[in-house]
């Protein structure tokens, strides 16, 4: 097995888990945990895999599928011993986020050979499973939290591409890449890291446009 893959499938089965945890926070049966984890969990990638215009990963291979069902069930039973589920939520994320911003940036530089397409599908595959996650769960979207999220998943993304370029290995350009965006992100979580906002100005006067 190739093992940039091993991202892959931790990204899917952290995603899942986060899904599934939202499910949790809904008291939902075993069917809404099974289809958060699963639209989760294949979510970012779908979206991925229809842009580049190649077979979608969860049709060709099911092992995807059965590993967003085989972590819905095992949140099931256990996410009752975790007295904060939407803390663990966010830090499952972040771990997802950091896998799967390179995953994506590797498959779009394989697909495309474009370093930009790549930083773009890379930060693509890392948010939009989280984003369809609370959409659907009712919850405040990740995007609209003031921590830093989608600027750790473009860091990643940048930082994977740009090794790769300078001739580095796969594994070791992913690596140190799936670090930066988990330690941006979880620094934004842990110390309230944020990109100033914009403030908006009073507008003119209207004899003044005039």
């Known amino acids: 097995m190739n093992p940039i893959l091993i991202l892959d499938y931790a990204g899917i089965a952290v995603f899942a ?19 958060f984890a699963a ?18 990963f969860w049709v060709v291979n099911h092992d995807y599928l059965m590993i967003c069902l085989v972590t819905a069930v095992l949140v099931y039973f256990t996410a009752h011993l975790f007295e904060s589920r939407f803390k663990l939520l966010l830090w499952l994320d972040a771990i997802g986020l950091g896998a799967y911003c390179v995953f994506g940036a590797w498959k779009a530089l394989e697909a495309t050979g474009s370093p930009v397409i790549a930083v773009v599908m890379g930060v693509i595959t890392a948010s939009f499973g989280g984003i369809l996650r609370d959409q659907l769960a009712g919850e405040p979207c990740i995007l609209l939290r003031p921590e830093i999220y989608i600027t750790a998943a473009l860091a990643g993304a940048a930082t994977y591409t ?27 979580m842990k110390f309230g890291w944020s990109i100033p906002g914009y403030k908006s100005r009073p507008g003119r006067p209207s004899d003044e446009i005039l």
């Open 17 to 35: 888990a986060t899904g599934a945890l939202a499910a949790s926070r809904k008291q939902l049966d075993i069917i809404g945990f099974l289809f």
């Open 162 to 188: 740009g090794l790769h370029l300078a001739g580095l290995p796969v594994m070791a350009a992913a690596i140190p890449a799936a670090l930066v965006a988990f330690a941006i992100r979880g620094g934004a």
């Open 39 to 56: 639209f989760t969990g294949v979510g970012g990638g779908t979206v991925r895999d229809l842009i580049l215009d190649v077979p979608v």
